[in-house]
T-cell receptor, first 113, second 112 residues
Framework: DADVTQTPRNRITKTGKRIMLECSQT?????MYWYRQDPGLGLRLIYY???????NKGEISDGYSVSRQAQAKFSLSLESAIPNQTALYFC????????????FGEGSRLTVL | GQSLEQPSEVTAVEGAIVQINCTYQ??????LSWYQQHDGGAPTFLSY????GLEETGRFSSFLSRSDSYGYLLLQELQMKDSASYFC?????????????FGTGTKLQVIP
């Protein structure tokens, strides 16, 4: 089983719908992240959480919200999806950043029509 | 804010050596990482440099010069399976937190 699991892996939805992407991890890491990937733009940080009570906005948080339900779970919500939120979304975890290493889930591909 | 620059595409021949450069601008710099991502897959960690110099891991090596805000990933004895996108990423400190910010990626195509 994967250490970082994302659900759903693929989702097609319509403009205006509420969408939740879920991430769970078995690595025991305190730190969790949501990134968005678009062709030619690399990975951009949406939100990050250093523990259950510590949640912070990344560089592109507008239109998104998150919930850290437990150490192992970090969900990303799009309250009212729009087409330019069509992208590949990655959840990642890290223990500490001394090694600069993030552990990524397999990604959730979201299409907003 | 942070910015990272790396070439968008590189083509190299199987068995050869290729170098992917990365320049960055950031405050509170801690270190530079490299990630590999195959099409449709998740990024996977390759290496991390916090200090100046060369770090070697098998066929892959990574270099950092903090004074030049520059690093590179060196891939030797290229194999077809090395065809992938490679991202540099800075670990830095801003807004009271450490974060990892990614470059836009270099797509490496290995040809026979």
């Amino acid at each position: 089983d994967a250490d970082v699991t994302q659900t759903p892996r693929n989702r097609i939805t319509k403009t205006g719908k509420r969408i939740m992407l879920e991430c769970s991890q078995t690595k025991g890491h305190d730190r969790m992240y949501w990134y968005r990937q678009d062709p030619g733009l690399g990975l951009r940080l949406i939100y990050y959480s250093f523990d259950v009570k510590d949640i912070n906005k990344g560089e592109i948080s507008d239109g998104y919200s998150v919930s850290r339900q437990a150490q192992a779970k970090f969900s990303l919500s799009l309250e009212s999806a729009i087409p330019n939120q069509t992208a590949l979304y990655f959840c990642a975890t890290s223990e500490r950043l001394n090694t600069g290493e993030l552990f990524f889930g397999e990604g959730s591909r979201l299409t907003v029509l | 804010g942070q910015s990272l620059e790396q070439p968008s595409e590189v083509t190299a021949v199987e068995g050869a050596i290729v170098q992917i450069n990365c320049t960055y601008q950031t405050s509170g710099f801690y270190g530079l990482s490299w990630y590999q991502q195959h099409d449709g897959g998740a990024p996977t960690f390759l290496s991390y440099n916090a200090l100046d110099g060369l770090e070697e891991t098998g066929r892959f090596s990574s270099f950092l010069s903090r004074s030049d805000s520059y690093g590179y990933l060196l891939l030797q004895e290229l194999q077809m399976k090395d065809s992938a996108s490679y991202f540099c990423a800075v670990r830095d400190y801003s807004g009271g937190y450490q974060k990892v910010t990614f470059g836009t990626g270099t797509k490496l195509q290995v040809i026979p």
